[in-house]
DNA sequence: TACATCAATGTAAGCGCTTACATTGGCAAT
DNA sequence: ATTGCCAATGTAAGCGCTTACATTGATGTA
């Protein structure tokens, strides 16, 4: 007689519905390969046994986990989680358990948790961007595993990616503050180095400035990790340049809400002094005052996306396809024409 | 000879360094059991191979992953993030990896990610109060899984907690609010149902009431989903009722910022024609205009020391022993003497 | 020199599952 | 009554690792 204390196997079960463990294992995976009475005993042997299948070893003998791992560079600040949570509700929706790891925005610890998240058997991976050493897109080809960058539209990537255009994106919001008249015009971006989405929304920042005979080289740039309070340091600094910017473009929201709280400490109004913008429209740029003008990026629509995407490159083990979301504008009160006394741009839509 | 494009195993490196599979695998597990010179042969072997252990097989074997889970109700909005982040950082010292999965507020869907999580192995796991059914902590113990319960501190639940105590907190913010002299009190409560630590707040607030013999079954209670905008419909209810409340007490910042976005949309000034508290004080609350008074958190601190018990619960197998962290209101300045034209209370402390 | 000791390494038995293949037996067609 | 077929089930070989136990040979001791 086994341990009542001990954790059930598959092998008790059939002991228990007098069955070999193949048919226990049948009704747990293909419920249709054994007849109605079998399989109604099996489930009763189950159920009193209060057995549940042990992970490792179906993985070790099945090859899959019904695991998806995404690694986000942060948890802290809400870029990513509106659309992981649309990603999970997919995934769930189609049978799949969502694992999320945060690097930190660390590429080392990015690698260690890729390779952790493979080891432990995910069948796919949610990637940020498509910036990472070539060595670990081998790792995960060797293993076999999909993979799917998201936040980040690009066809030249290594592996397909649902996102958007981060530098068409900001090209257009450059053009709009452009055309509200400012020509002096600084950015506070987000740390480049391994971020292709940061490198993408400067250059598409000083690519509209050329298209609208403004020199890019004079854009004063300051480059700020993510985190309100250095938002505000870098606008700070901005503030001293001279001749002092009319409107400090932020790579996110994040540090746009710094510069904006910048502001308010400086005694400056915005947007009658000076104008700010973000990027990535979360909810932080909705209660700002006074509210964000910022790129309307759709999270949840990218999440759900990406989510069927990758799940069908798992399933097909096809290479997947990228597509690419439109982004807009999202007009709200930190922008303004530039010299008007206290009057935010409408939304010219 | 072995299909060079094969994912190796210890088997290939041990036939690679001449050696048995149980030398490959002490160099991995316990290098200081093998000579020096077999080591680096080992090693080289591994090196040229490119081999990573298969962690299904070594689970199977070891039963430990060296991987802790947590299950937050959400990913969206920051309240997890912080303590999560700090979660995280101790247990990558201490050698272990955190995965995460999100449960979004639905008791059900916190069962199954426990399940897949224990079913994934995870050597511990980190759990959001207190509240669920008893089944499940059998589950856990029967499988011998460590769990810990965070944001929350009770000594009478079933898993030891590191947390503080809502209810104490709650009621020294409304003891504040009731020395400013509010009496209209009113209360924007997260959801109460499977969520101690709502449950708890709204308590608190009540007993503080009583304590200071003002009729707690007067308090005007909304209960409202953690989002912003529900916030905002709630605050709107209540500013109808009467006598309107001269203060808003929210269960948590979220929703305080979704009530002072309507406050604005009302044209109420805040805290001159009514005021507002908040519970987290997270990043929000710094940000909005007026800032939040509300109660702070020590989330960092509570996920440091949360990793540092956890692991040593999953290390020694003790039942591991619960913690009560200290609170504090932080006064900005959402919240104001009653009547008081456009003050905003001053720190007492 | 013979023997006990011990560090270094090898042998092989699992861990709990899946699945290719083998077996069984009932039924329709002959 | 045979035969053949096929659905239902069983048998058993792994999956890649860890680890208790066995083996080996060098060293120290009497």
């Known amino acids: 007689m086994p ?30 390969r054994v007849v109605e009475a ?11 046994l209060g057995y549940t299948p042990n992970f490792a070893a179906r993985v070790m003998a099945a090859k899959s986990t019904m695991t998806i791992g995404a690694i986000i560079p942060t948890m802290e600040n809400a870029i990513f989680a509106r659309g992981l949570q649309a990603f999970q509700e997919e995934l769930h929706r189609q049978g799949y358990t969502l694992l999320v790891a945060s690097s930190a925005y660390r590429p080392e610890i990015e690698n260690e948790q ?4 493979v080891a432990r058997g995910a069948d796919g991976l949610l990637l ?10 081998d790792y995960l080809a060797r293993h076999k595993v999909p993979a799917l ?29 452009i055309k ?22 400067l250059r598409g920042c000083r690519d509209a400035m050329e298209a609208h005979c403004l020199d890019p ?41 710094g510069a904006l709280l910048c502001a308010q400490r400086l005694g400056m109004a915005v947007p009658r002094d000076v104008s700010i913008t973000g990027f990535d429209d979360i909810e932080l740029a909705r209660v700002t005052n006074p509210a964000l003008t910022t790129v309307h990026v759709p999270h949840r629509e990218m999440g759900g996306k990406a989510a069927r995407e990758l799940v069908d490159m798992v399933k097909t083990k096809s290479p997947g396809v990228s ?10 009160q930190s922008l303004g024409l530039v010299g008007d006394p206290g009057k935010s741009a409408p939304d010219p839509a």
């Open 217 to 257: 080289a004079t854009l004063p740039v300051i480059e700020a990790a993510y985190e309100i309070e250095n938002g505000a340091e870098a606008f700070a600094k901005l503030m001293a340049y001279s001749p002092r910017p009319s409107v400090v473009m932020c790579g996110n929201d994040v540090l746009a809400t």
């Open 180 to 201: 509200l008249g400012h020509t002096k015009i600084a950015m506070i971006s987000g740390v480049t180095q391994g971020n292709d989405r940061a490198r993408l929304r």
């Open 128 to 137: 940020i961007g498509h910036d990472r050493e070539a060595e670990i897109y």
């Open 323 to 332: 597509v690419r979301l439109p982004t807009h504008i999202k007009w709200r």
């Open 149 to 177: 960058a998201a936040w980040s539209h690009s066809e030249a990537g290594q592996i397909p990616s649902i996102g958007f255009d981060n530098a068409q994106a900001m090209f257009n919001l450059t053009e709009e503050v």
């Open 114 to 117: 890729i390779r952790a998240l």
């Open 38 to 48: 079998t399989r109604q005993r099996v489930r009763e042997a189950i159920e009193t």
């Open 3 to 32: 341990n009542p204390k001990a954790i059930p196997t598959l092998g008790d079960v059939a002991k228990m519905a007098g069955v070999s463990s193949a048919t226990v294992s049948r009704v747990l995976n293909a419920p249709d």
